[in-house]
Nanobody
């Protein structure tokens, strides 16, 4: 069993900052890409940022320069630092990870339960 547990969401005023964390636990051999997605009410889930096991990062155009994704491979944890938040960033944020599991070495696509981020104007 592999689980992703997120933390760090909440309510913040426009212009403020938050940091999200997502820790993977369980029967893990290794983790390839880790990512953050978000889903606003009435909209499709969209990729916010992604980081490879080697640290290469990709960002949605809407968050470039404001959000920073990072990871701690020793802790199987991915972070999302969000600065200069605006009301359009309001959404449920989901962690995603490509996990190679023990003992079968199967590749699992795992999702966290989601954490709400609300930005007030």
């Amino acid at each position: 069993q592999v689980q992703l547990v997120e933390s760090g969401g909440g309510l913040v005023q426009a212009g403020g900052s938050l940091r999200l964390s997502c820790a993977a636990s369980g029967s893990i051999f290794s983790i390839n890409n880790m990512a953050w997605y978000r889903q606003a009410p009435g909209k499709q889930r969209e990729l916010v940022a992604r980081i490879s096991s080697f640290g290469r990062t990709d960002y949605a155009d809407s968050v470039k320069g404001r959000f920073t994704i990072s990871r701690d491979n020793a802790k199987n944890t991915v972070y999302l630092r969000m600065n200069s938040l605006n009301p359009e960033d309001t959404a449920v944020y989901y962690c995603n990870a490509e996990v190679v599991s023990r003992p079968t070495m199967a590749l699992l696509i795992k999702w966290g339960q989601g954490t709400q981020v609300t930005v007030s104007s």
